[in-house]
Nanobody, 123 residues
Framework: QAQLGVSGGGLVQVGDSRRLSCAAS????????MAWVRQAPGKERVFVAA????????LYADSVKGRFTISRDNTKNAVALQMNVLKPEDTAVYYC????????????????WGQGTQVTVSS
């Protein structure tokens, strides 16, 4: 079972960059696809990005494609989300999630969740 610790949120300005980190524990970390999912105030949770177990496949929501990059380091049991050119609409609580099996674009497919970190993009 994966346990996930999330860090890196905060208050940033429009156009800034921010890097979120997720540290996973569990003996079979390499068997989990990892994802970032976000939830804006008053809105449903939405998929942001996912990485396959090997990290060789990355999936992105259209809204972040070209601006965000997901990466993972299986030697460190870690996954990161590099967010560039941040926009006010990126303001949300960001969650790290994991699932046994392949990466998908639906947050509902993920079984294990970190505690979330707030990212606020101020204009």
């Amino acid at each position: 079972q994966a346990q996930l610790g999330v860090s890196g949120g905060g208050l940033v300005q429009v156009g800034d960059s921010r890097r979120l980190s997720c540290a996973a524990s569990g003996r079979t970390y390499g068997n989990y696809a990892m994802a970032w999912v976000r939830q804006a105030p008053g809105k449903e949770r939405v998929f942001v990005a996912a990485a396959s177990r090997s990290g060789g496949i990355a999936l992105y929501a259209d809204s972040v494609k070209g601006r965000f990059t997901i990466s993972r380091d299986n030697t460190k049991n870690a996954v990161a989300l590099q967010m560039n050119v941040l926009k006010p609409e990126d303001t949300a609580v960001y969650y790290c999630a994991a699932r046994a099996g392949g990466a998908t674009r639906s947050g509902d497919d993920y079984d294990y969740w970190g505690q979330g970190t707030q990212v606020t993009v101020s204009s």
